[in-house]
Nanobody, 120 residues
Framework: VQLQASGGGLVQPGGSLRLSCAAS????????MGWYRQAPGKQREWVAA???????NYADSVKDRFTISRDNAKNTVYLQMNSLKPEDTAVYYC???????????????WGQGTLVTVSS
């Protein structure tokens, strides 16, 4: 099982980006999926999460600007980022709790990270 993130890039302040993260491999089931970010010189922080039932939660710093969603048929989670600010610059990591098809327990998986740079 692996997570593959994509969609990062350079965007001007006030702009938008959409991140995607697809889970692949021998998957039994997927529980919560989410996004974290790590800015230069700072600790990784939680950004947003969505449960298998569709309940969504956001960090206060991104609430009303970012929207998380998931496509269960595609095993993919998205992060729509609007009204981007320079302080949103970071490497964004997707995260998911997945039960591999051959196992009974959930495991925590991380994607490789995708860089988002907000700058004029």
């Amino acid at each position: 099982v692996q997570l593959q993130a994509s969609g990062g890039g350079l965007v001007q302040p006030g702009g938008s980006l959409r991140l995607s993260c697809a889970a692949s491999g021998s998957i039994g089931s997927i529980n919560a999926m989410g996004w974290y970010r790590q800015a230069p010189g700072k600790q990784r922080e939680w950004v947003a999460a969505v449960t298998s039932g569709g309940t969504k939660n956001y960090a206060d710093s991104v609430k009303d600007r970012f929207t998380i969603s998931r496509d269960n048929a595609k095993n993919t989670v998205y992060l729509q980022m609007n009204s981007l600010k320079p302080e949103d610059t970071a490497v964004y990591y997707c995260n998911a709790f997945i039960r591999p098809a051959t196992e009974l327990m959930l495991r925590n998986y991380w994607g490789q990270g995708t860089l988002v740079t907000v700058s004029s």
